[in-house]
């Protein structure tokens, strides 16, 4: 009956085209002189403040240039130009931001002082998703939110998560749902797994949107949490051993290795824990409850051309969970446990088809498997556990697998043929978009020190200034057993 099964799944093919699934954002900017005029051929350099990952391009005769297909995170552009003073600015990029800035070069001076400042980041007003981004340094930085059965990294910096019977909950529930690098991880056991959806050392971003998502997420809808991926663009040939041993002799133990180029870049682990205390007690005492887990994870990244990435992240976990007890239950001999394993593999595809257009091919598959075992006196001890089968003493492991094939198409054009516009003094008073009747209000920028980091963008026209994404056809193949 199985292999029926899973013959059947093989033979289906279904296709799902989702807007938002992505860890990618477009970076777009306008560079002009004192005098307001755009100034062509201005090298951008846009880097990664947190890995080498470095993109650069050049504007063009409008003083426009565009980044596309860059992942989340914090990032600095430089633009330089010669005669001009060098400008910088921070940002920090969330998945499917168009995120646009402005450049106001002044004449570079043989004697000058630099003034560096950090500028706080700003509200998106183009998005109605409330979003967290929790990057690398904070999970280094955080005490216990790197060890791998940990959700700290989560409940420290995500307003409304919290911790119960060993469910991650926000915002009141615990029906959430997982991306990796944008791609959905589908798990039909989400009330009976206790273990690791991933290890946090593996985590370059974790972006959690609470609120305001789009329908595509209405399975699930108290939370989503995207993962970006370590990549190795951090590493240079090097390895890395992490081990840590703490109370209730819990050890914490990791193996990383990464290396990059110009146009290809790995990232491997191999992790493993244990401890004296690894789920909520019923009693004061720490009885019965010792955790162990093994897991590994690998990421590929190959840029073959300039409008073509090619990225590989598999992971493969497996985790052992002793239910602890109180007295009277072990000295009846009551010995609970649970063994999960857990699989995951997805390619993605990702092409630049013009500028401010990315398509993403995402075949995926995840596995996982649960395995309550009760002992052999009485009923398990948590009835009203997640983790306790309904009223038999060793249970049928719960597992099911999905596989799918996800498609994106994200289309945000550039805003191309911009033609200043003058008032009867004289004095430009904005630039209009031939393309999409927008109006960029500039009147307040031209020679202005104090300007801010970006032009705003008021919209004369009822439609809206950004392409729709593509919608259609149907979610994934789910299967259970």
């Not at 005490?143 to 926000?170: E, R, W």
């Not at 649960?370 to 002992?375: K, N, T, V």
């Amino acid at each position: 009956m199985t292999s029926h099964r899973v013959a059947r799944l093989l033979g289906i093919l279904l296709l799902a085209i989702a807007a938002s699934a992505t860890i990618f954002g477009t970076v777009r900017g306008l560079i002009h002189d004192p005098q307001h005029r755009p100034v062509q051929g201005s090298r951008v350099i846009l880097r990664a403040e947190a890995s080498d990952w470095t993109q650069t391009t050049t504007s063009d005769s409008s003083g426009e240039f565009h980044f596309d297909a860059v992942p989340l995170g914090a990032y600095t552009v430089t633009v330089e130009v010669p005669g001009f003073a060098p400008q910088e600015q921070r940002l920090a990029l969330t998945s499917g931001r168009d995120a646009r800035l402005h450049f106001s070069l002044a004449i570079a001076k043989s004697k000058e002082t630099v003034e560096v400042v950090d500028t706080p980041a700003t509200i998106n007003p183009e998005s109605s998703t409330t979003t967290s981004v929790v990057s690398r340094e904070q999970i280094s930085q955080t005490p216990g939110a790197d060890q791998t059965n940990s959700l700290a990294m989560i409940t420290n910096y995500v307003p409304s998560a919290y911790v119960v019977h060993d469910q991650l909950h926000i915002r009141g529930g615990h029906q959430v749902t997982w991306l990796l690098d944008g791609v959905p991880v589908p798990n039909t056991n989400i009330a009976s797994n206790v273990g690791p959806q991933f290890d946090p050392k593996d985590i370059d971003y974790l972006e959690v949107q609470r609120a305001g998502y789009s329908a595509e997420y209405g399975d699930r809808t108290f939370g989503v949490f995207n993962v970006v991926t370590r990549s190795g663009f951090e590493r240079n040939r090097q390895a890395e051993l992490v081990t840590s041993y703490g109370s209730f002799n819990s050890t914490n133990d990791q193996l990383s290795f990464g290396d990059h180029g110009e146009r290809f870049a790995y990232y491997g682990s191999l992790s493993g824990y244990r401890t004296d205390l690894g789920l909520e007690t019923p009693s004061t005492r720490v009885l019965n409850d010792q955790a162990a887990g093994l897991g590994g994870f690998a990421s590929f990244i190959s840029n073959k051309t300039p409008a073509d990435q090619l990225r590989l992240v598999t992971s493969l976990r497996s985790d052992h969970y002793q239910i602890p007890n109180t007295p009277d239950q072990l000295s009846s001999g009551i010995r609970d446990v649970q063994n999960e394993r857990d699989a995951f593999v997805n390619f993605s595809w990702l092409h630049t088809i013009g500028s401010g257009t990315v398509s993403t091919v995402s075949p995926f598959y995840h596995f996982n498997r649960a395995h309550y075992s009760g002992s052999s006196v009485g009923q398990p001890i948590w009835a009203e556990s997640p983790l306790s089968p309904s009223g038999g003493e060793n249970t049928t492991p719960t597992q099911g697998f999905n596989c799918g094939l996800l498609v994106t198409i994200s289309s945000l054009p550039l805003c191309k043929g911009t033609a200043a516009t003058r008032n009867r003094s004289g004095r430009e008073s904005g630039e209009t978009c031939r393309r999409c009747s927008s109006k960029i209000n500039t009147s307040s920028l031209a020679g202005s020190p104090s300007t801010p980091a970006f032009a705003s963008l008021i919209s004369e026209n009822p439609r809206s200034v950004r392409t729709p994404p593509i919608l259609a056809s149907a979610p994934p193949f789910a299967f259970r057993s």
